[in-house]
């Protein structure tokens, strides 16, 4: 069919392969025009066949996919959807993925029968679609980690979705230890939260941990907002900004939801600096707006920087974004905003 998104399956198992082609040729937005047992083979099939999305196994012979997903990233950027095991090791090497560049992931069930068609389908579609960002090597330190940031008042909200673990860890390789406190909602399961969490403490020097209830928040921490049965807002305490694991009441569409992490912290807008990256849907723009209106800094992930300009476009599009940054900037631009928006809200 035409404008078709063109799929390369790389697997080596030969019945996974045959599931997955399958599945994805089911879709009439997809056709599979390639497949590969391995990455010396997927080399010359991506050659030859210029897809517009691969579907990368992370344990292969001669090469595993994360090995040959760095090097493809530097050479050769495109959309990938990761396949990985359902277990720790799994979530943390898909973790691991998506910091490469890897736009998505898919679990890999020991029975390709159990695989969610729709769910495969939809995935590979977004992901043929997504605009991928070349990935410059490691991660690059702030080099003025101890300049003092913001008010001793202040908070960083901060929701993100798909592109969000390579955009959040740009954005926190420049933001200064002594910044206060920032809360992220990414979208995610609970299994690959806490392994992006484990890979953030261990890359980072903030100190970063999934959010805990009651926890009082300081200058230097970071928190991942947790996908369980409440949502993760912030609330503003004579003690400082404190974790508060609420109830879903009507958030229940993403968990963790941006849209609830920012409304928890309307009410004390004027100390917030509320951040939407990359990612697909709506998610946050609404409260934001909420926020925005109230007293808060409010910045969006730019379009030519976003591996899926869907939140932030959202959030511009009703005016809930005072300024588009590009993700490499972003924590500059903080640090640059919260003298003069402090001074600003005296």
């Known amino acids: 069919m035409k404008n078709c998104a063109r799929v390369v399956v790389i697997d080596d198992s030969m019945t996974m392969r045959k599931w997955l082609i399958t599945i994805l040729n089911s879709d009439q937005r997809l056709s599979v025009v390639g497949e590969a047992s391995d990455a010396i083979e997927a080399r010359e099939v991506i050659k030859k066949t210029s897809p517009d999305v691969i579907t990368l196994d992370i344990e292969m012979p001669r090469m595993n996919g994360l090995e040959f997903l760095n090097r493809l990233m530097r050479l050769r950027p495109m959309p990938v959807v990761m396949i990985s095991s359902e277990t720790r090791k799994g979530s943390a090497a898909a973790v691991h993925a998506l910091s490469l560049g890897a736009v998505s992931y898919l679990w ?14 939809e995935t590979v579609f977004v992901a043929a679609n997504a605009k991928v960002q070349e990935k410059n090597g490691a991660v690059k330190q702030q080099k003025d980690v101890h300049k003092v940031v913001g008010r001793d008042d202040q908070v960083i909200l901060v929701g993100a979705s798909t592109g969000g673990v390579s955009a959040i860890e740009t954005f926190l390789s420049g933001l200064p230890i002594t910044a206060p406190p920032v809360v992220i909602a990414q979208h995610m399961p609970s299994q690959f939260l806490r392994s992006f969490s484990s890979r953030l403490n261990g890359i980072m020097p903030h100190d970063i941990a999934m959010a805990q209830d009651g926890e009082i928040l300081k200058r230097g921490q970071v928190r991942l ?37 920012f409304q928890s912290a309307v009410q004390y807008a004027p100390n917030v600096v509320a951040i939407i990256m990359t990612g697909l849907g709506n998610d946050g723009a609404r409260t934001m707006r909420l926020l925005r209106d109230n007293g808060a800094l409010t910045l969006g992930q ?36 919260t003298e003069s928006h402090q001074e600003a809200s005296q």
């Open 302 to 337: 730019s379009e030519t920087s976003c591996v899926v300009y869907g939140m932030p476009r959202a959030a511009m599009e009703i005016g809930a974004v005072q300024e588009q940054v590009h993700i490499e900037k972003i924590a500059s631009r903080l640090v640059a905003l």
């Open 225 to 261: 907002a947790q996908s369980c049965d409440k949502q993760t807002g912030a609330k503003q305490t004579s003690m400082g900004w404190q974790i508060v694991m609420e109830p879903p009441e009507g958030y229940e569409k993403y968990n963790p939801s941006v849209e609830h992490l």
């Open 108 to 121: 890999k069930p020991d029975n390709p029968r159990n695989l969610d068609t729709a769910a495969v389908c």
